[in-house]
C-alpha cells in the first residue's frame, strides 16, 4: 500500500466505528468500576503511590484494551471521597473507561477540597469542562485518534501505545511537556519498534507499565 494510501481506521477499526456517546449529568452519583490503592506504573508520575479511580464505560473500543470497565456500582461523590480517604495516597488518578465521560467537576473539587492532588488519564477524545483544567493538575493523554480534542489545552503529558499502526508522524509534540512511547501489551517487536524510534527522537521517553512486572494491582 502507498503510504499515502495509509489510514489508520484500516488498522484500528474498533476504535472508532463503534463509538459511544459521553453522557453528562449533574456528577452527585458516579458509575465506579473500582476504587484501589497501587503504584503508578506507568509515564511521569512513576513510582508514586496512588489511589486510583477507574470510572466505568468508554466512548471507545479499542480492539488491545485490556481494561474491565464496564461493569460498575453507583456511588455518590461522598462515598468515592470516603473510600479514597481509606488509602494513604496523596495522589488520585481518574482513570476508565474514559473519565471525561461522565461528570467528574464535583468529584475533582471534593477530592481537591480535602488536599488530593489530582491526576487523569484520558483517551483525548472528549473536550474537558475548563474548569478540570484548573482543578486537575496531571493530564495524561493517550491518544487513540489521530486528533485530540482542542479543548485539551493543558497536557502534561502525551503517552502513545507504540503497536502495528504508530507512525511518529502523528505525535503531537508541541501539545504536551512530554512525550512518552509505550510498546503496546510489552511484545518484543513493539519494544523494538519503539526503541528505535526513540534513537530518532532523544526528547521522548519510554514508558513501561512497571505495576504488571511487579504484578501490582
Ligand atoms: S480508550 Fe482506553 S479504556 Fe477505552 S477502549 Fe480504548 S484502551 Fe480501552
Known amino acids: 500500500m502507498a503510504q499515502d494510501d495509509y489510514n489508520i481506521l484500516d488498522e484500528i477499526p474498533m476504535a472508532l466505528e463503534e463509538r459511544m456517546p459521553v453522557w453528562r449529568d449533574n456528577g452527585e452519583q458516579l458509575q465506579i468500576n473500582e476504587i484501589f490503592y497501587s503504584i503508578e506504573g ?3 508520575r512513576v513510582g508514586q503511590p496512588t489511589t486510583f479511580v477507574r470510572l466505568s464505560r468508554c466512548n471507545l473500543r479499542c480492539f488491545f ?24 495516597a496523596n495522589w488520585v488518578c481518574l482513570t476508565g473507561g474514559e473519565p471525561l465521560g461522565q461528570n467528574i467537576i464535583l468529584l475533582c473539587r471534593v477530592l481537591k477540597d480535602a488536599g488530593y492532588r489530582l491526576h ?6 472528549v ?27 493543558r497536557i502534561t503529558e502525551l503517552k502513545y501505545i507504540v503497536g502495528k499502526a504508530f507512525r511518529e ?16 501489551s510489552s511484545k518484543p517487536e513493539y519494544i523494538h519498534k519503539t526503541l528505535e524510534i526513540l534513537l530518532r527522537h532523544p526528547d ?14
Request: with cysteine; glycine share 4%.
Open 42 to 44: 506507568e509515564g511521569y
Open 65 to 88: 484494551c485490556d481494561t474491565e470497565f464496564d461493569s460498575f456500582v453507583e456511588m455518590s461523590v461522598v462515598q468515592v471521597l470516603e473510600e479514597v480517604q481509606r488509602h494513604s
Open 120 to 125: 487523569i488519564e484520558t483517551n483525548g477524545t
Open 127 to 153: 473536550d474537558p469542562d475548563p474548569e478540570l483544567l484548573e482543578l486537575i493538575e496531571h493530564w495524561t493523554v493517550s491518544p487513540k485518534h489521530e486528533e485530540i480534542a482542542s479543548g485539551l489545552t
Open 169 to 184: 508522524d502523528q505525535v503531537e509534540e508541541g501539545r504536551a511537556d512530554y512525550i512518552y512511547l509505550q510498546p503496546e
Open 204 to 217: 521522548w521517553r519510554l514508558s513501561c507499565r512497571i505495576h504488571k512486572v511487579l504484578k501490582l494491582p
